[in-house]
């Protein structure tokens, strides 16, 4: 583990926000996320060193991206959307698309006429071969100009180490008039600070339009506009309600213990297969409350999305 100190303006002052397990593998390992008290970033303190996190990343972390593979062209399809607006020159456009994974995403953009790379660090995603990839860390491709039409990073900047030296990257390897589209979560929102919907340590940071925007300036990138929606990923804001009762009647924010097992963790502690009657059983062994609280979710996430309060952001970004 290291302590750190801010990665966007360097400073050592932070407040404490919440702490929480790594939910997915190891129950027993807390981790803690600070906020900058002068810029507002949020991030992992102290976290796993680089050689050290690569174990919260088993191979069965790659294989729920594979299982859910056939729902994904209309993830692709929206995706693509954001591409739209770059200027074509007569020979095909090219995009690099960072943490690629089994490199879907980039191979639907082939099949709408784009030239491709990836980048993928993990030596437990799946090889590729039908188009250029890196094995490597997106900072250190032997690329040192402006080369690429289009960058994209999906959810991939909130598991780096150093997010400042991934957007200076995307400046210098971008062409003038290119797009830098990326997806991260939204610390603004209460599933990031409150409700505990962050996957630690897998995340490592948490950005803000705000920050984002000084981390763009820095490396000489301009935002264009900004996407808060779930058209590619959700955070659904379970347990809203019970976060709004806390904070208002019991004065006090929502702590790891307030927060009842998931459907999931509840499945698992009861080994129940997913049907409709293990569904019952849980909703019965809730508390009334959270069935309200499920029920009025889809619209308290309309409403994050139209006052920019939603978990998930997708910015698009530009270089003169
Ligand atoms: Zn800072």
């Known amino acids: 583990m290291e302590t750190i100190n801010c990665n966007l303006c360097g400073s050592e002052e932070y407040r404490v926000v919440y702490s929480m397990p790594d939910r997915l593998y190891f129950n027993d390992e807390w981790f803690t996320v ?5 810029c507002g970033l949020g991030f992992v303190n102290p976290r796993p060193t680089y050689s050290e996190i690569f174990r919260y990343y088993p191979p069965s972390f790659y294989e729920s991206f594979e299982k859910e593979r056939v729902f994904h062209q209309r993830r692709y399809r929206n995706q693509a959307k954001f591409l739209t607006g770059i200027p074509m020159g007569k020979d095909k456009n090219i995009l690099l698309d960072v943490g690629c994974a089994n490199g879907d995403f980039p191979r639907y953009m082939q099949t709408i006429g784009w030239e491709v790379e990836g980048v993928e660090v993990s030596p437990n995603s799946k090889p590729i071969s039908d188009f250029k990839i890196y094995n490597q860390e997106f900072t250190d491709i032997p690329i040192h100009e402006a080369y690429y039409d289009a960058i994209t990073a999906w959810a991939v900047l909130e598991h780096v180490h150093n997010p400042m030296s991934y957007f200076r990257k995307a400046a210098e390897v971008l062409k003038p008039g290119g797009f830098f589209v990326f997806l991260v979560t939204n610390f603004e929102s209460i599933s990031s600070k409150n409700l505990f919907r962050e996957d630690l340590p897998r995340h490592l940071y948490f950005f803000t339009e705000k920050t984002v925007k000084e981390y763009l300036e820095k490396s000489g990138l301009e935002l264009l506009r900004s996407d808060y929606s779930d058209q590619i990923y959700s955070m659904r804001p379970v347990n809203w309600l019970r976060y709004y009762v806390y904070r208002y009647l019991k ?31 849980y909703a019965v062994s809730q508390n009334p409350f959270t069935l309200v609280d ?12 139209l006052s920019k309060s939603y978990g998930i952001v997708t910015y698009i970004a530009t270089k003169h």
Not at 256 to 270: A, C, G, Q, S, V
């Open 251 to 281: 004065k006090h924010n929502l702590k790891w213990e307030d927060i009842p097992l998931t459907r999931i963790e509840y499945f698992n502690k009861n080994k129940l297969n997913k049907n409709l009657w293990s569904n019952l059983q």
């Open 34 to 38: 600070v906020e900058c008290k002068s």
């Open 294 to 305: 499920i029920m009025l979710m889809p619209l308290f996430e309309k409403y994050q999305m």
